[in-house]
Nanobody, 118 residues
Framework: QVQLVESGGGLVQAGGSLRLSCAASGTIFSIHAMGWHRQAPGKQRELVAAITSGSSTNYADFVKGRFTISRDKNTVYLQMNSLKPEDTAVYYC??????????????WGQGTQVSVSS
């Protein structure tokens, strides 16, 4: 059993920054990859960024150069810079495994709202 708790969401103006945090607890030895996903109203959930236990990272094209994913012990972060209104969504933390950037997410957090105003 793994529990993931997100924090750091909020309202920010376009061009601003936010840092999301995801704290993992429980049977964390089973976790080899963690990632951030987002889901905007009317859209499907999409992968934003992922990181493995070996610190290999993967980013969606629409956030490259703006977002950075990192890990510190049992916490994964998503530093979001140059935010755009299109980034508005509920952001979810996930944990699981990966093989050559093919991820299998077994655990999910409850999500944190990120709203970017024009």
């Amino acid at each position: 059993q793994v529990q993931l708790v997100e924090s750091g969401g909020g309202l920010v103006q376009a061009g601003g920054s936010l840092r999301l945090s995801c704290a993992a607890s429980g049977t964390i030895f089973s976790i080899h990859a963690m990632g951030w996903h987002r889901q905007a109203p009317g859209k499907q959930r999409e992968l934003v960024a992922a990181i493995t236990s070996g610190s290999s990272t993967n980013y969606a094209d629409f956030v490259k150069g703006r977002f950075t994913i990192s890990r510190d012990k049992n916490t994964v972060y998503l530093q979001m810079n140059s935010l755009k209104p299109e980034d508005t969504a509920v952001y979810y933390c996930a944990a699981g495994s990966s093989v050559s950037s093919r991820y299998r997410w077994g655990f999910w957090g409850q999500g944190t709202q990120v709203s970017v105003s024009s």
